[in-house]
């Protein structure tokens, strides 16, 4: 990789509805891709670097970054994220299979389809019942990953045209799949009208993204980064549904990745009463108004502030860090904060295809999650703070022996 990444552009109107008043409310300066983990071999290489900023559109309430990295560059070349490697994951998975599979009653008719479907962690639990599936996704590791698993995969970026050719071959789906993948679109209209080709006339669209009150409001500024285009209100969510055709008509809200929603979207409208209590709750609160996130910068700038003062503090006393979680929002607090190898000494990590690479930019080295007893560091520092439970659990003989975790969100704390 190197530094001649062109940027697609750099936007000045709303990637959903078009309005070209959007209002800029933080920077987080200069950012590398955060998931595109350093190999020894290029670690003498400088990151590309690309601005992050973030900004609100007052006429759909949709946040977006004002920059765009283009998809093959962040999907294709640099993506080493697979999706099978947290148990907890793994079960918020298989919940949401087996209540799909329950209230569709889908079977062997039916065809479920997933759009950014990794390594197959999800469309593995319907296959197990006997229920077709189809799994797309770019990422060359993960897709690979899913076919070796009997995971039937098209390594293909997901819009109106391959809609239309699947649509063409006979295939609409019972139900779509799609979970943290709207937010990385960056053509969203050109991927919705894509969902509404292929889905079914009955058929159900099961649809996750973290959700923006969640993030402004637990102060969860690592998750903003080049490969997240949009942070949805259900607002947002709502109009751009409507805009094609689309009723965005039940939601749950789940703690996964710091809060997220699942909406379900059909053809026909049938909005039942949670939909619109979060409506009506939104515009209350004001989550189309600028006033919402006037304080964040600063408070994002205080996380950044405590968090060093604490590590410092730790390092003049001699006491050894290292981190947990190879995160992509591990990389966004890193790089943002400048925390490097004078803090940190690794981070730990149970993805092998991210072990002994870098993390961008500050060039952290990454090992496995052994290395922490083995190396007893006086503190860790979670990077992956929305798998906090399952972590804890996992590393409890650290814990026992004396060791310390420092959670970094919403606000800096020992536990
Ligand atoms: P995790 C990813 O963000 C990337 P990241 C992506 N862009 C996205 O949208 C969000 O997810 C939703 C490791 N780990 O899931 C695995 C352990 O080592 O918070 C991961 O490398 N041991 C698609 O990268 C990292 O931590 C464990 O026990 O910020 C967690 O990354 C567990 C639970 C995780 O997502």
């Known amino acids: 990789m190197n530094d001649s990444i062109a940027m697609t552009g750099v936007a000045t109107a709303c990637r959903s509805c078009g309005a070209s008043d959007l209002v800029p409310f933080l920077s987080l300066g200069r950012m590398p891709l955060v998931d595109a983990f350093v190999r020894e071999e290029d670690r003498a290489e400088p990151d590309p670097r690309f601005p992050l900023g973030v900004a609100l559109c007052p006429s759909c309430s949709l946040v977006q970054i004002l920059e765009t990295v283009p998809p093959e560059t962040l999907f294709v070349e640099n993506y080493h994220y697979f999706s099978s490697f947290s148990d907890a994951l793994l079960d918020h998975a298989r919940r949401n299979v087996e209540s799909l599979i329950a209230s569709r009653g889908l079977g062997a008719e039916s065809l479920v389809i997933e759009l950014a479907s990794n390594d197959g962690y999800l469309l593995q639990f319907f296959r197990d019942r006997g229920i077709p599936v189809l799994g797309i996704d770019p990422s060359p590791g993960p ?35 799609a979970n943290n993948v709207l937010a990385h679109v960056p053509d969203l209209n ?32 690592d998750t903003i980064y080049h490969e997240h285009h949009s942070y949805f209100s259900v ?35 049938n909005t039942s009463p949670i939909v619109r209590e979060y409506l009506a709750r939104e ?23 405590d968090l060093l003062r604490l590590l410092r503090g730790i390092r ?6 290292a981190a947990y979680g190879a995160a992509a929002k591990g990389s966004v607090l890193l790089n943002y904060a400048g925390i490097g190898t004078d ?54 003989a650290y814990r026992e022996r004396g060791g310390r975790f420092i959670v970094p969100i919403p606000r800096p704390e020992i536990i």
């Open 283 to 305: 515009e209350a609160d004001g989550l189309a108004r600028p006033a919402y996130y006037r304080d964040f910068a600063a408070r994002v700038a205080s996380v950044r502030d």
């Open 190 to 221: 050109g991927f919705v009208a894509g969902i509404g080709i292929l889905l079914a006339d009955d058929g159900v669209a099961a649809i996750e993204a973290p959700y923006l009150k969640d993030l402004i409001d637990r102060c969860e500024f």
């Open 343 to 396: 803090l940190i000494e690794f981070v730990a990590d149970r993805n092998i295809h991210k072990q002994w690479r870098y993390m961008p930019g500050v060039r952290i080295p990454i090992r496995a999650p052994e290395e922490i007893l083995r190396e007893m560091p006086a503190y860790v520092l979670l990077l992956a703070w929305n798998f906090k439970d399952e972590i804890l659990r996992q590393q409890a």
């Open 143 to 177: 897709a690979e990953a899913a076919i070796a698993k009997g995971i039937p995969t098209l390594r293909e970026f997901f819009g109106v045209e391959l809609a239309w050719r699947l649509r063409r071959e006979g295939r609409r789906a019972d139900v779509i799949i």
């Open 316 to 321: 003049a006393r001699g006491g050894r860090i």
């Open 235 to 269: 607002t947002a969510l709502s109009a751009l549904f409507r805009r094609h055709g689309l009723s965005l008509n039940r939601l749950e809200h789940h703690p996964i990745h710091g809060g997220s929603l699942r909406i379900f979207v059909e053809r026909r409208e």
